[in-house]
């Protein structure tokens, strides 16, 4: 499901149950892959691929904030997307969540479909 806002579209990432606190949860739409973290004060929401190489960050783990890549352990503040180790450089994307029931929803730029599609072809 998903609602449009504005310049921000609204899609149904997970339940809220779906995710344990302290741990992180793939999900994929529209040929974009996420990853939604469940931390003591609420979901947050980032891209699912390191900026470093190819590692789906939901295969990391979440220890005090952070999330750190399964393939070289580097790590990133889950709430700015900024890289606090190495070899990670690159902030990682991140998005605005909010809870509607028991739904936690990711909002994601209008615009990011067709920017995905373009890279596609
Ligand atoms: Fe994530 Fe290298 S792929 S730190």
């Given at each position: 499901?998903a609602?449009?806002?504005?310049?921000?579209?609204w899609?149904v990432?997970?339940?809220?149950?779906d995710?344990?606190e302290?741990?992180?949860?793939?999900?994929?739409?529209?040929?974009?892959?996420?990853?939604?973290?469940r931390?003591?004060?609420?979901?947050?929401?980032?891209?699912g691929?390191?900026t470093?190489?190819?590692a789906?960050?939901?295969?990391?783990?979440?220890?005090?904030?952070?999330?750190?890549?399964?393939?070289?352990?580097?790590?990133?503040?889950i709430?700015?997307?900024?890289?606090?180790?190495p070899?990670?450089?690159?902030?990682?994307?991140t998005?605005?969540?909010?809870?509607?029931g028991?739904?936690?929803?990711?909002?994601?730029?209008?615009?990011?479909?067709?920017?995905v599609?373009?890279?596609?072809?």
């Amino acid at each position: 499901m998903a609602v449009d806002t504005g310049n921000t579209k609204w899609v149904v990432a997970c339940a809220t149950d779906d995710i344990d606190e302290e741990d992180v949860l793939r999900f994929d739409h529209e040929g974009a892959s996420y990853a939604v973290y469940r931390l003591a004060k609420g979901f947050h929401a980032s891209d699912g691929w390191c900026t470093h190489e190819q590692a789906h960050l939901a295969d990391g783990f979440v220890v005090n904030g952070e999330i750190e890549c399964p393939l070289h352990q580097g790590r990133f503040d889950i709430v700015s997307g900024k890289p606090l180790s190495p070899p990670v450089c690159v902030k990682l994307q991140t998005y605005p969540v909010r809870v509607d029931g028991h739904n936690v929803l990711i909002g994601l730029p209008a615009t990011a479909v067709t920017d995905v599609a373009k890279d596609a072809s």
